[in-house]
């Protein structure tokens, strides 16, 4: 069973790419983020046609998630208990669903961003990522994959030049440690043991050609429950999807578990 996860920057705009990424590697589950529409705005058709089901949250432009599975989808929750909203009036945004795929409870993530240090943003970024961490311990006892576009780059080596990234959001001691508690409540990091070295990051910007020079960032992850860790048999990051037009800034992650 082959489960990845994959920040698209807009569903709409890369339908191709996700239909022939899913065929190309034989892809059982995939989550999104940013897909940056609502369900009823989306071109589902393809995906359905290749025998896919799909759960979807999103309400305008900006975020949007979703559950692409094969194998199945099952009790679909939209939001986790306690998720802090944003926005005035405050309101819950499309940054979690998760649904029950193949026996694998699966959660797709967008963690919010900060903006920059001492930001309103990156107050609630934090504390985002605490009630997520709170709801998350009570799923470690089942097969539970949390992944997504965590919007933080937990080790130095996850990112280019730490030095250009000094007094930058992604890299701070806070947004460290919140991502580091969930490995220390007993999620494991489902793809570091298989994609170490030089060839970590999976975003790459726009700008100065990123992508080209690899002065890019590691943040999206596949977190697992010690019993899914357990069954992992490989992983691997498809740098190549960042390249060529009309690329998302972000490469698909694959997870293989027996």
Request: proline share 5%; net charge negative.
């Amino acid at each position: 069973m082959r489960i990845a996860t994959w920040n698209v920057n807009s569903l709409r705009s890369r339908i191709d790419r996700v239909e022939r990424f899913l065929e190309r590697h034989d892809i059982d589950v995939l989550t999104l983020q940013e897909t940056k529409a609502r369900e009823d705005q989306l071109p589902l058709m393809g995906l359905q046609a290749l025998g896919y089901d799909i759960a979807a949250a999103g309400t305008d432009q900006w975020n949007g998630v979703a559950v692409i599975s094969r194998v199945g989808i099952e009790d679909v929750q939209v939001g986790f208990e306690g998720m802090p909203g944003w926005g005035d009036p405050i309101a819950a945004e499309s940054r979690a669903i998760g649904a029950t795929c193949g026996g694998v409870r699966v959660w797709s993530l967008y963690v919010p961003n900060g903006r920059k240090v001492g930001d309103p943003h990156y107050v609630y970024k934090l504390d985002w990522l605490a009630k997520l961490r709170a709801a998350a311990r009570s799923w470690l006892g089942g097969d539970t994959a949390l992944t997504g576009d965590w919007n933080i780059a937990p080790m130095d080596e996850d990112v280019f030049d730490m030095a250009a990234f000094a007094k930058s959001t992604h890299v701070t001691p806070p947004e460290r440690e919140a991502f580091t508690a969930f490995l220390d409540d007993g999620y494991v990091d489902l793809v570091r043991p298989h994609a170490p070295g030089p060839e970590v990051f999976t975003y790459w910007d726009y700008f100065r050609q990123r992508y080209e020079r690899n002065r890019g960032m590691r943040l999206d992850f596949l977190l697992g429950s010690p019993s899914l860790a357990a069954r992992v048999r490989s992983a691997f990051i498809d740098r190549a999807e960042r390249a060529g037009v009309g690329a998302s800034d972000h490469a698909p992650v694959v997870v293989e578990i027996a």
